[in-house]
């Protein structure tokens, strides 16, 4: 019986994939430089059997049960048989492990199968976990066994029926394969069956797909495999994301529009007004700087480059600002005396362009064009440490991020400091001011920033992205969920819980507990898991700097904390049932209740689930039957969140030290 999956694999037709050289070992370890997938074969089973299937995963790729329990799909999912409009491949990736970069990692042990789009025209990613060598596997064999498998199988069903964001499993397929583990460390290494898990996702594609570009390391001396590419491979990257997982931000913010005009297709900053021959200049023009500036044997060819462009001349002030920017960073990198001659020149020509900005910038505040002001403030303290900006110049740019209270107060000081005895601000115009601020404030955050030209759906996206993780470790921690190895490889763009390694959930609660053996610092325990998410977000806007400035990034991680309290104790509230009244002790209390639970040695989930045993006192007025509130929430105002104290130490109690009520 044939298998009617619709495969449109979109990642391989829209992103690099590797062209290996003629005769090469497509599983040979390697760097892979420009791209980010490899053309790869699983390695087939010997006699593989289907161990156990999901059917809700199986009705995500329209898929009877009759039809998953032929040969051809174990076949398929064991990955000895290539399914038509299949095209395996292994994703490059590089990451932070135990907040170290580590370079290049990628897909060593799974494998990218397709992306199959189903009759309701949902997209799902299908991978095999488990079916051999890749270029990433380094030393390993690319296998795993039926004990990894069968805990990724039913961890991903497990969160999802949590309702906890998270890939799914479609299915475990067990062989008579073997290889050689040593499942307790302890040197009895013995033989186990190889085992494959096929899993689903909408993207499989983490804050590491996006680290394949950083620039040497100071601390490991690891570089990302595609460092120095970043210019044209990044906004590619990022383009792709946005459009096929972020469709209403791409839509909202013209990204079809942004990518017929150019726009969208250059590193932020990188050119003004949409496709204009003065922005599309700079960019061939970095462009072609910065390959002489790495690769070029001749060096003096780079001479001839920057003298045969002058940014002041032919380019608008936006697109010049960043042309001075990109030559400073390089600066640092310069390591030969004619590249120091070089950017030596670059930046005498820079100097003059920015006392002119300046000079443009202090006359549109005496004109009181007082938007066009703060932008050029904002747009030359983001560029520029030179000390021809006057302080209270920059004091407008730092305000910016304040609020409106703050940015008035920053321009009307700059205008004292500045012009202070010529003339002053008349209540007219503060009131000017004032509208003008809260309108820049308003439509800063959805408009094209002309300041850096760039399509602001990239903004949006990370802050999304930011939001999205804040969320999803506050569903851990509800649920009492340690992830275990939390590397920005293993961070989902989506938000979604990915790479079930080690992991647990907690039974007698330790706020300190670590799911990892090998994790001897331990740095991924329960409790530190809202600030590692939150470290790793950083490290994705970091990732993200050629096309995004960190001065946004920065401002959109601020949202992190605020998302995930929203979210932790909307779902804590929940599980103490105060449904019908919030009020501010509720936070406090779930705090209290779990330092009980780790005073008392409670089971997590049974403490809990015990609270449903516990009666609620009658309170006047509840507007119950039987004078019994409903429910720990029920009640006036401070009645359910006393009454669910009670009720929580209770039961905290009852099952301390992990008794018969939590199991």
Not at 341 to 346: D, G, K, Q, S, Y
Not at 396 to 402: E, R, T
Not at 569 to 588: H, I, Q, Y
Request: hydrophobic share 40%.
């Amino acid at each position: 019986m044939a298998l009617p999956l619709a495969f449109d694999n979109s990642v391989l037709r829209d992103l690099p994939v590797e062209a290996p050289g003629e005769g090469d070992d497509p599983r040979a370890g390697r760097s892979v430089r420009g791209a980010c997938f490899s053309r790869v074969s699983p390695e087939p089973l010997l006699n593989p059997r289907l161990v156990s299937l999901a059917s809700e995963a199986l009705a995500l790729l329209d898929l009877s049960l009759e039809q998953a329990l032929t040969p051809e799909f174990t076949s398929a999912v064991a990955g000895n048989y290539v399914l038509p409009g299949s095209q395996p491949a292994a994703h490059c990736y590089a990451g932070h492990q135990f907040q170290m970069f580590s370079g290049q990692l990628g897909d060593g042990a799974a494998m990218y199968l397709g992306e199959v789009v189903n009759a309701h025209g949902a997209r799902w990613e299908l991978q095999l976990k488990g079916a051999g060598r890749t270029p990433y596997s380094s030393s390993g064999d690319g296998r795993k066994v039926l004990r990894s498998s069968v805990c990724e199988y039913l961890a991903s069903e497990a969160m999802h029926a949590l309702g906890v964001p998270t890939t799914r499993a479609l299915s475990v397929v067990s062989s008579d394969s073997t290889v050689v583990r040593d499942p307790a460390y302890d040197g009895n290494a013995a033989h186990e069956r190889c085992a494959v898990v096929a899993r689903l996702a909408p993207s499989f594609l983490r804050f590491g797909s996006f680290e394949i570009f950083k620039a040497r390391d100071s601390v490991t001396g690891r570089e990302g495999p595609s460092v120095g590419l970043e210019l044209d491979l990044l906004p590619q990257l990022l383009n792709f994301t946005v459009r096929s997982y972020f469709p209403h931000i791409w839509a909202a913010y013209g990204g079809d529009e942004a990518m017929g005009s150019g726009v969208a297709t250059r590193v932020a900053g990188s050119g003004g007004g949409g496709g204009s021959g003065g922005a599309q200049a700079v960019t061939d023009m970095y462009l072609e700087f910065y390959k002489e500036a790495r690769f070029a044997a001749d060096r003096g060819q780079m001479i001839t480059i920057v003298s045969a462009y002058s940014p002041t001349e032919a380019a608008s002030d936006e697109e010049a600002g960043d042309f001075y920017l990109r030559v400073a960073a390089l600066a640092d990198k310069a390591n030969d005396k004619r590249d120091l001659l070089i950017v030596a020149a670059v930046q005498r020509d820079r100097e003059r362009w920015i006392g002119q900005q300046v000079a443009e910038a202090q006359d549109m505040l005496r004109k009181k064009n007082l938007r066009q002001f703060a932008r050029a403030c904002d747009r030359l303290a983001g560029r520029s440490r030179s000390h021809q900006i006057p302080p209270a110049m920059r004091d407008v740019s730092g305000a910016l991020h304040s609020g409106p209270d703050g940015v008035l107060k920053a321009m009307t000081e700059s205008f004292d400091k500045l012009y202070g005895g010529e003339t002053k601000l008349s209540d007219e115009t503060l009131n000017q001011l004032e509208n003008d601020v809260a309108a820049f404030e308003l439509t800063r955050a959805t408009e094209v920033d002309e300041a850096h030209g760039r399509p602001p759906d990239l903004a949006e996206t990370e802050a999304c992205v930011v939001r999205r993780t804040a969320s999803l470790v506050a569903a851990w921690q509800a649920v009492g969920f340690v992830h275990g190895v939390l590397n920005t490889d293993n961070m989902s763009v989506l938000g979604l819980t990915i790479d079930y390694g080690p992991y647990g959930f907690m039974e007698r609660f330790n706020p300190y507990h670590v799911a990892n053996g090998s994790d001897d610092s331990e740095l991924y325990n329960y409790a530190d898991q809202p600030a590692i998410c939150r470290w790793n977000c950083a490290k994705f806007g970091e990732a993200l700097l050629p096309c995004l400035p960190v001065r946004l990034t920065s401002q959109a991680l601020l949202e992190y904390d605020e998302e995930f309290a929203r979210v932790y104790n909307a779902l804590m509230r929940a599980k103490l049932g105060l449904t019908v009244l919030e009020e501010p002790a509720d936070a406090s209390l779930a705090a209290d209740l779990l330092d009980v639970m780790a005073q008392c040695g409670s089971d997590f989930s049974g403490t809990f689930r015990s609270l449903a045993d516990f009666p609620m006192p009658s309170h006047e007025g509840s507007g119950t039957s039987d004078g019994v509130p409903e429910g720990p929430g029920a009640g006036g105002a401070g009645a359910g969140a006393a009454a669910a104290a009670g009720a929580a130490a209770a039961a905290a109690a009852a099952v301390a030290g992990g008794g018969e009520a939590a199991r």
